[in-house]
């Protein structure tokens, strides 16, 4: 996700954040949780942790074919 340089640390991408997760929780099936995982960048891990994510290393780690 990306906000605009112009519009940053106004708490846009804390708020696409959680409106994101609040979709996904109400399409969730009502007996099951929802696994959302993502790639963090620098710039949003701080957004990610505020909102609830972990790391998932050492157990999985992501991986890339370039
Ligand atoms: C990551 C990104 C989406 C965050 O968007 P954003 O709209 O700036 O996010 P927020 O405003 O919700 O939060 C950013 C910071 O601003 C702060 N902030 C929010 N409202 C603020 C306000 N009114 N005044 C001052 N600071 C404020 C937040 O506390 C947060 O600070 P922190 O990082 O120290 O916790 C944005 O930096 C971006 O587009 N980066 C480039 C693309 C990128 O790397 N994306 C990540 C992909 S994984």
Known sequence: MAVHPEHQKRGLGDA??????????????QDGKPYISLLADGPGRRLYEKNGFVETAPSSIGMVLE
């Open 16 to 29: 696409i954040v959680k409106e994101l997760l609040r979709k996904i929780k109400q399409e969730a099936p």
